[in-house]
Nanobody
Framework: QVQLVESGGGLVQPGGSLRLSCAVS????????MGWYRQVPGKQREAVAT???????NYADSVKGRITISRDNARNTAYLQMNSLKPEDTAVYYC?????????????????WGTGTQVTVSS
């Protein structure tokens, strides 16, 4: 069974930094894009940053210049380095992976999500 295990959330003061990690465990044929999304109560989940298997990245305008997504394909792990954090970055952050696994003699694409990690930016 494939699982995404997030770590690194917590409480940080404005201007501080956090690094989130997302490790994909279990049997999987291939991981395509990975990404980080966030959600606050009463609002829709929004994309923060995504990264392709080749390393191409996209960022939400609100985090450009402050947040960097990266991945280690050998470890099936994605990272989110967050600097200059603001109170409005407070949210539950979810890891996402566009995966491909074997089903019989063919592969199928499946969206995988982590359970989320809380990031709170407050003084």
């Amino acid at each position: 069974q494939v699982q995404l295990v997030e770590s690194g959330g917590g409480l940080v003061q404005p201007g501080g930094s956090l690094r989130l990690s997302c490790a994909v465990s279990g049997t999987i044929f291939r991981i395509h894009a990975m990404g980080w999304y966030r959600q606050v109560p009463g609002k829709q989940r929004e994309a923060v940053a995504t990264i392709s298997s080749g390393g191409s990245t996209n960022y939400a305008d609100s985090v450009k210049g402050r947040i960097t997504i990266s991945r280690d394909n050998a470890r099936n792990t994605a990272y989110l380095q967050m600097n200059s954090l603001k109170p409005e970055d407070t949210a539950v952050y979810y890891c996402y992976a566009d995966g491909e696994k074997w089903e019989g003699l063919r592969t199928v694409r499946i969206d995988y999500w982590g359970t989320g990690t809380q990031v709170t930016v407050s003084s």
